[in-house]
């Protein structure tokens, strides 16, 4: 019996008088007590029946697909209830895990082989039994192969979607023409002062500091040159947005002309009929998204999970939903019509078009590189 | 056992279950924050254990963390004197006013019926480029093009005075209401003017109330993180914020505790210094 059926049976005998108000309160608060006591052993108590799997992912339009065409058909087939919960970005949601306890966190839909890294380096990556995965046989390679250089033995997430950080831009004020012509330097042109936006993600601000200054993302010769232009944006932006909600909503109310921008969110202003281009300039910031599970969780539950996820239909569906392309390869699944129209698809399904980071190049400068950002963001 | 040993520990016994909290919920995790100052963190993964003075010899020594403090001990105190002066006469409407004194109390209450976030983020829906103000003044040929008004620290200023006004008038307000009206009728009867007795008597009585609520907003004030999120631009900043980008955006929470003990100490400082010359006792009443 769950704990929602005991309160619910506790809580009739209450309205039926079979119980006093005050022994109601006091059971109450007995299971409080007693779940709070129990909580940090309840690791060791994972072979009992699991009957929810908590997920956390992205929020917003993102959350919305996954909770229409993945959770809920597969609690209607399982049983198992999925609780979903949100995060702005993968370092508050590492921090929230560093501080929970085993179990207490299962799946996470994890942005970048270098959050995959990060989570290794932490001690937080599983082992997952492919066995129980047998739709792992139609996820592209590419994506596989990156998780595997950072885990060789196991793999502890299954790559789901794919997308980039390109240019996002407002057809009113910027024409095509200009964005191809001046490409991430646009961010850094004074004639778009006070309009320009961008993410307060140190990655992403150092990735385009890169791309101002002509270098290679994944091997920048000269760092400082990165953060004076990253003083050139900060000067020019009218703000950092910090989430994809405030994303769209700075791109919508017009109230910045430029940015750089999820793929995926500005496909869903486009198709809420705003006039917003979006290009990936070269070298842009590509990245692939999986889900990761922790450390501590069902295993057996969280593998189901994912096997459903990556069954064609419902990965398919959830990435019309969302507007990213899925892990699926294309040479061995149909994808449909929409999907080949998302930004960042790639039909080849070797996803030689995009440029990741090189997750042992950027996790070994982010102690320092995070931190300068903060100080650079402030007049530094 | 004797009554008076009884007696003795009454207080005890009514007082442990607040002590109990205290303790595990607020003297043990400060006490984990300063263990955590002294670690280090690695480059990446575990952070090390030990007792390593570099967190506070950064936070104490380094420039960007002095001024970022003394920037926000200053927002704090331009939204602490805009309170004050918003605030005031607003408490000595409610406090002299007859019949309708609950319901302008209520409405004083109302905004914390609401999420703090919502209601900073209501700021945008009405100072943003197609915001209700905007679209006003464009609608009255007052302005051929809307203003960019937000995403700086004054709006970062006027978030935080929407947040802490309340604090303000309610502690002014019950000052105000501890005056006995009779002094200022006794001034006017010496031949004072309503502003002489005003000025001389109704003024310096509610200072207190004045104070705490200044304290109030000063201490709130410099803690807060959100409102430069939400309505700061790219530099703006408060000291709570380094702490949230150091927990949370650089997973370097020894740094981050010893930012955040900083910042306890400061703010700490500020508290005890009130509890000296004011005592803690105007602050209760104004909170209660």
């Known amino acids: 019996m769950d704990n929602t059926t005991r309160y619910e049976r506790l809580r009739e005998r209450l309205q039926n008088g079979d119980l006093d108000r005050r022994k109601f309160l006091g059971l109450i608060g007995a299971a409080g007590a007693a779940y709070g006591l129990q909580t940090p052993f309840a690791k060791y108590a994972n072979a009992q029946t699991v009957s929810q799997v908590r997920f956390d992912g992205w929020g917003g339009i993102v959350s919305e697909a996954f909770r229409k065409y993945a959770f809920d058909p597969y609690t209607a087939k399982t049983g198992v209830t999925v609780v979903d919960g949100t995060f702005p970005g993968g370092d508050e949601y590492l921090a929230q895990v560093r501080a929970s306890q085993p179990g207490e966190y299962n799946i996470a839909h994890l942005s970048g082989v270098f959050d995959y890294a990060r989570y290794h380096s ?34 502890s997430a299954v790559p789901y979607d794919y997308g980039s950080t390109g240019l996002a831009y407002n057809r009113k004020y910027i024409s095509d023409e200009e964005m191809k012509e001046k490409g991430a330097k646009i961010l850094i042109d004074a004639a778009h002062k006070g309009k320009i936006g961008g993410w307060s993600d140190w990655r992403t601000r150092v990735w385009y500091g890169a791309l101002q200054t002509d270098q290679d993302p994944n091997h920048i010769t000269d760092i400082e040159a990165v953060w004076d232009a990253v003083r050139q944006h900060r000067d020019l932006a009218l703000k950092y947005w910090a989430s994809g909600a405030e994303l769209m909503s700075l791109l919508a109310e017009e109230e910045i002309h430029v940015t750089e921008g999820w793929s995926g ?18 070298k842009g910031f590509g990245w692939q998204e999986c889900l990761f599970v922790i450390k501590g969780s069902p295993m057996e539950a969280c593998e189901e999970l994912l096997n459903f996820m990556l069954d064609p239909a419902t990965s398919i569906a959830v990435a019309e939903g969302q507007n990213y392309p899925p892990a699926l390869d294309p040479t061995k699944v149909d994808l449909g019509a929409k999907i080949p129209t998302l930004p960042a698809f790639d039909p080849t399904g070797t996803l030689s078009g995009l440029t990741f980071a090189d997750p042992g190049y950027w996790n070994g400068n982010e102690a320092d590189w995070s931190e300068t950002f903060s100080r650079v963001q402030r007049g530094y | 056992m004797t009554i008076e040993s009884r007696e003795k520990r009454q207080p005890w016994i009514l007082l442990s279950p607040a002590l109990t909290a205290v303790t595990l919920l607020l003297i043990v995790p400060l006490l984990f924050i300063v263990v955590y100052s002294f670690w280090l963190r690695s480059a990446a993964g575990a952070d090390t254990p030990g007792f390593y003075v570099d967190n506070w010899q950064k936070v104490l020594t380094d420039r960007f963390y002095r001024d970022i403090l003394l920037n926000t001990l200053k927002i704090a105190a331009i939204t602490t004197a805009v309170c004050a002066v918003m605030g005031y006469p607003a408490a000595y409407f409610i406090a002299r006013s007859r019949g309708n004194k609950l319901i302008l109390l209520v409405l004083l ?71 006995d009206t009779n002094l200022e009728d006794a001034a006017n009867s010496l031949g004072a003017t309503r502003w ?10 509610s200072l207190p109330g004045l104070a705490a609520g200044g304290l109030l907003c000063f201490v709130l004030g410099a803690g807060t993180y959100i409102t430069p999120v939400i309505l700061g631009g790219p530099r703006d900043a408060m000291f709570a914020n380094l702490v949230f980008e150091a927990i949370i955006r650089q997973l370097n929470w020894p740094l981050g505790s010893a ?20 005592g803690m006792a105007q602050l209760a009443k104004g909170l209660g």
Do not use: C, K
């Not at chain 2, 019926?113 to 983020?121: A, L, Q």
């Not at chain 2, 307000?173 to 005056?179: K, N, P, R, T």
């Not at chain 2, 930012?259 to 004011?278: E, F, P």
């Open chain 1, 122 to 155: 932490f001690d937080l990556t599983s082992a997952l039994n492919l066995d129980n995965i047998p739709n792992m046989s139609l996820v592209m390679p590419a994506l596989t192969n990156a998780f595997a250089a950072v885990t060789p033995d196991s793999l």
């Open chain 1, 265 to 282: 969110r500005i496909y869903a202003l486009q198709e809420q009929g705003h006039d917003i281009g979006y290009y990936d300039p070269p």
């Open chain 2, 109 to 179: 209450m109302l905004p914390f019926w609401i999420s703090y976030i919502i209601r900073t983020m209501s700021w945008i829906n009405i100072l943003g480029i197609s915001g209700a103000l905007n679209s006003a003044l464009l609608a009255l040929g007052i302005i051929s093009e809307p203003i960019q008004m937000l995403y700086n620290e004054v709006t970062v200023i006027l978030g935080l005075v929407h947040f802490l006004l309340p604090f303000m008038v309610l502690n002014i307000y019950v000052s105000l209401e501890g005056i």
């Open chain 2, 196 to 205: 002489q007795s005003f000025i001389q008597v109704t003024l310096p009585l």
């Open chain 2, 259 to 278: 930012l955040s003990l900083a910042l306890l100490a400061v703010l700490g400082a500020l508290v005890l210094i009130y509890n000296r010359y004011l």
